[in-house]
Each structure stands twice: as C-alpha cells, then as structure tokens.
C-alpha cells in the first residue's frame, strides 16, 4: 500500500503541471461551493443578530418586508410616513413595554441620518441581549447634536466636537448641493461602539432635530433665499414633532404581543401595520431560498465540471503510460494493484483540491470580510466549514475516489500484450 | 330651488355616511384561516394563548349572520365542536392542555370570521418539542393555515397546507 502510494504520488509529479491544474480547478469549484454555503448562513445569522427583543415593528400599511428593510437593515425607503399621535397612542398602549421611534429620510454623504429618541440608546438590543454602547461622548442631548454609528465615524474620519451638514434624501454619494440643510450644521456629541449591525452605519439625533432642519421647508423645497430660520432660533421645546416612519416595540409578554398585533392591523384611525421581525425574516428567507437554490445548483455543476476534468486528464495521461502499466504487470502487479494505484491517484487529486478549497475559502474570506461588511453590512464570519460545508467535501472526495475506477478499468482491460508489443 | 336643497342634503348624507364607516378591509380569503400561538416561556411550566381566526365558511358552512333557527343551530353545533376538538386541530407537545377563551362570529360586510381564543398551560418544559396540525379531520374546508408562534424569544412562522408540517420549539 505504502509502495503503492509512493507510486502514485511520484507519477503525479511527473506531470505536475496537469495535475497543478486539476487539483486548482477542483480547489475553486470546491470554494465556491463553500463560499456561497458561508455567505448564506452568514447572512441569515448576521440578519437574525441585528434585532433582538424587538417583538413588533409598526408603520404605514404596505408590505411587511418593506418595513423591516428599511425599520431595521436602512435597505429601501417607506412610501408612507405614520403620525406621531398614532405613535404616541400606542406608545401609552398599557401592554406596551418600550418603543424606539425612527424617523427617516436624510443622509449624510451616502450614511443615512435617523430621528430617534433616547429610548434608542436605552432599548436597542442585538445579539440577543447586547446594548449599545458609546466609544466616546454621549447621547444627543439638543437639537442639533448628533451621534455617529462607528462605520461613519471611521469612514468620514470625524471626532467630538465636528460640525456636519446633512442632506434631504438618501441618494448614495454626496448629497445635492440645493437639498443640503447647510443653514443648520449639526455638532457630533457621542461615537458609538461597534456592534457589525446597520446601526454602524447611520448617524442619529432627537426627533426634533429632523423637525428643525425642515421648519422653513415647503411643500418638500428648501426655503426661498431670505425666508431661512436660523439655527439660532430653534429651541427643542418649540420643535413640533408631526411625523415618524416607523417604531419599534417590545410587549410585556408574548400572548399580548399577538393581541396587539391584531389590534394595529385593524386600527381605524390610520392605516398602520405591525409585523414580528423574526416572522418576517422568516419570510424573506423563503423568497430569496429560490435564488440561493439556483445558485446552488450552478455550483454544484461547477464541481460536476471540475471532476469532470480530473477524469479526462486521468484517463488521456493513461495512453502515455501503456508502457508503464505493461512493466508493472510484468514485474508481479496483479490487475487489483494497477485499479488501486489509479484510484489512489484520482483520490489524491480530490483530497488536494479540497484542501485547497478550504485553504482558498479561509484565505478569501479573511480577505474579504470587511469590505463585505463595509459594503453590505453582511457580517460573513471566518469558520470552519458548516455541516453542510464538510458533507460536500465528504462528496466530492468520494466521487473522486470513485471517477479513479473509469481509468482503472481501462488500464485493466489493456492487457499485458498491448503495452508491450505496440510502439507508443 | 328645492330640488337643489334635496340634491344637496342628499349628497351631504352621503358624505356623512362614507366618513363614519371605514373603508379598509381585511383580506378574506376562503379555506385560508390564520393561527397565532404564544407562549410566554418555554421552560418550567409554560403559559400561553392560541387563537384561530378563519373565514366562517370554513367552519359553519355559511358567512350571513345566522338568522334562522336552522342556522342558528348549524352555527352553535359548530363552534361547539371547534371548542371541543380543538385539541385535534392543534396538536401541543404532551402535557399541553388548552381551555376555550372566547369563541365568537363576527360578522363584517359580506364576509364573517371565526375568532377563537384557548388558553394553553403546560405540565412541563416545551422546549425542543413540536406542535403539528390536524384541521382536516374536523373542519374540512380549512385547507391552509398560516401559523405564527411567539415562544420565549422565538418568533416563528409556517404555512400549513393540508396538515402538514410542523413546527419546531426552539431549544
């Protein structure tokens, strides 16, 4: 066995350069393969990480996905705003816990800027039971104060004390120089910890100060030159909150949870609706499960393509190697020892194209990882592959082991005579 | 003259009319019912709710408000049996029983509604355990059922076509 290995391993470095390229496109398939197995558990955890004890989120009427999207993750905007009065009557619901407002709709160069309240620092939670906490300053304590997620602080590299202007819409980029609120700059009071959530990338003041930057707004146009009311004027008390997007909501217990639910849904004052985060993402999952099916199966013809070539180069090389097969048989290997020397080689070639891949994956992802984060807010963690991850790999080593049979049985049935007599 | 006063008065009702009824309506689907189950804990002896609310033509046959005697009867007969059998519908991991809450018609346009509400109390842990379906067996004309489950801090949902699937407690 010992010796038969030896001779496998010697007659694949004989032609290295053939099996460099087997074993490279057996490695990137098997990569991808894990790669895409990686992003999707990482995307569902990263996901399910981002709220917790949230029971409800509630805004206007329209689709439930929407909501989260935009409540949660700041994907996509809301078509509807909902009235702060509704708010506040659910906010004094008496099976009401807490609530975080968010108030929607500015940015600031390509970061979104939410209206909250100090509930927002008190209440979020993610990762089960995390709360958020400050790398230096504190809470926005006047109107025009404003803390940054960690990811704007880094990026836009700003410190305490920073004066930022922010800009109506969220476009991506720097914002439209007529819709900047630039009469009205905000003072960075408070940079928040990392927390790998959206919450990294927003940047947050008090409800009133989205209700200030567009006092002298009109019918959605900046005030004409003259009619601006200078910063110096607002004062919070006098700010009159109207609107917010949306809220968050935790119940005092889960069977109250269903009842208001019910109770949102059906309320005739306003056309609002109220779903369960974890529900929803559920939903999500499925929608986007026939995509990531699709995906799978491109992958997994990709590996078929990969095993494919290991088995055409397996079974080409054999022409050259008559004469080899011939001596062997000559000097005592019986047909059993020249099928076990092919198998060995082709399993060879599979173990160490899945080696590679899951050197490969590592590599990648470490690599990858934070411009993902960055660019996606898609935590993809550096692990070891998941269950489903090794039951490929198990897979694709056995089908290797297994394609080694189709040459093997070639070089069986070339007989003794063919190798020696025929001038290769 | 007079006839624009009529006119007008008339118009005057309408509006009034449309401005005190609310014209929202919930999705009513028929054979589509929707269940909510919520249990505070999973661990010690659970406490928790579930309710059911289906189109009445699932469940009495109809969806008027029941005015004859006739009606009347297939109605009560009907929710009595949801009441007791209610148990076949839902099934709860061992040691799970559910007591009737309330059980009432509304009645809402063309359309009427079951509401049905148990209380659920468990004799041990659920964690980890399942709860499957059997609506077929006593109402047959409940063919899909959307099913939301609040429990501790799991927030499920499965869609339940024809009793199958079930739904799996979180550890």
């Known amino acids: ?424 | 003259m007079s006839r624009f006063a009529l006119f007008g008065t008339l118009a005057l009702a309408a509006v009034v009319h449309l401005g005190a009824q609310p014209r929202a309506h919930k999705a009513h689907e028929h054979g589509h019912a929707k269940l909510n189950i919520a249990f505070e804990t999973t661990t010690g002896t659970p406490v928790g709710a579930v309710e059911l609310e289906s189109p009445a033509d699932s469940i009495l046959g109809f969806e008027h408000a029941a005015k004859t005697p006739a009606d009347k009867a297939k109605q009560e007969k009907a929710l009595a049996t949801l009441k007791a059998r209610f148990g076949e519908m839902v099934i709860l991991p061992a040691g799970c029983k559910m007591t009737p809450a309330k059980v009432e018609v509304h009645v809402e346009g063309q359309h009427a509604e079951v509401h049905a509400e148990f209380n659920a109390k468990c004799a041990g842990p659920i964690a980890g355990k399942t709860i499957s379906f059997g609506f077929a067996k006593v109402f047959p004309k409940i063919e899909e059922v959307e099913v939301q489950m609040l429990a501790g801090t799991q927030q499920a949902k499965l869609e339940v076509e024809k009793d199958k699937g079930t739904l799996q407690i979180a550890k």
């Open chain 1, 1 to 424: 066995m010992i010796v038969l290995l030896s001779l496998a391993w010697k007659s694949l470095r004989n032609r290295l350069l053939t099996t460099s390229l087997t074993v490279l496109s057996i490695g990137l398939s098997m990569a991808l393969l894990l790669g895409v197995e990686n992003v999707r558990v990482g995307a569902r955890e990263s996901f399910a990480n981002t709220i917790s004890q949230t029971d409800l989120i509630v805004g206007a009427r329209g689709g439930s996905l929407q909501l989260l999207l935009y409540s949660v993750f700041r994907i996509g905007q809301a078509t509807n705003n909902i009235s702060y009065e509704s708010y506040q009557h659910w906010k004094n619901h008496p099976a009401v816990a807490w609530t975080i407002p968010y108030s929607l709709g500015d940015s600031h160069r390509g970061f979104r800027v939410v209206g909250t309240t100090e509930d927002f620092y008190q209440h979020l939670r993610f990762r089960r039971d995390r709360r958020l906490e400050f790398a230096a300053g504190r809470s926005p304590q006047g109107v025009f104060d404003v803390v940054l997620g960690s990811d704007v602080a880094a990026a836009l590299n700003y410190k305490l004390g920073d004066k930022i202007v922010i800009s109506h819409g969220v476009a991506a980029g720097r914002g439209i120089a007529d819709n900047d609120h630039a009469d009205k700059p905000f003072t960075v009071s408070g940079i928040l910890k990392k927390t790998a959530t959206p919450v990294d990338r927003s940047l947050y003041i008090q409800l009133e100060g989205i209700s200030a930057v567009h006092i002298d707004w009109a019918d959605g146009a900046p005030p004409m030159p003259g009619e601006e009311v200078p910063a110096s004027k607002i004062a919070k008390e006098n700010m009159k909150v109207e609107q917010i997007t949306s809220f968050l909501l935790r119940c005092k217990t889960r069977i109250a949870t269903l009842q208001l639910q019910r109770e949102i849904n059906t309320y005739r004052e306003e056309a609002m609706q109220a779903i369960i985060p974890g529900v929803t993402l559920q939903e999500l999952w499925r929608t986007i499960g026939y995509a990531e099916d699709a995906l799978q199966v491109v992958t997994l013809f990709v590996i078929l393509v990969g095993l494919l070539g290991m088995l055409v180069s397996l079974y080409t090389s054999l022409n050259e190697r008559r004469r080899e097969m011939a001596i062997l048989r000559v000097i005592g290997a019986g047909p059993g020892k020249i099928i076990a020397l092919l198998v060995l080689e082709s399993g060879l070639l599979a173990l160490a194209g899945c080696l590679l891949g899951v050197v490969m994956i590592y590599g990648l992802s470490f690599i990858f990882q934070p411009i993902v984060e960055q660019q996606f807010g898609l935590y993809v963690p550096v692990q070891p592959p998941t269950p489903a991850g090794w039951l490929y790999l198990g897979a694709v080593l056995l089908a290797g082991i297994l394609i080694g049979f189709v040459p093997a049985w070639k070089a069986y049935r070339n007989t003794l005579a063919d190798g020696l007599s025929i001038r290769v």
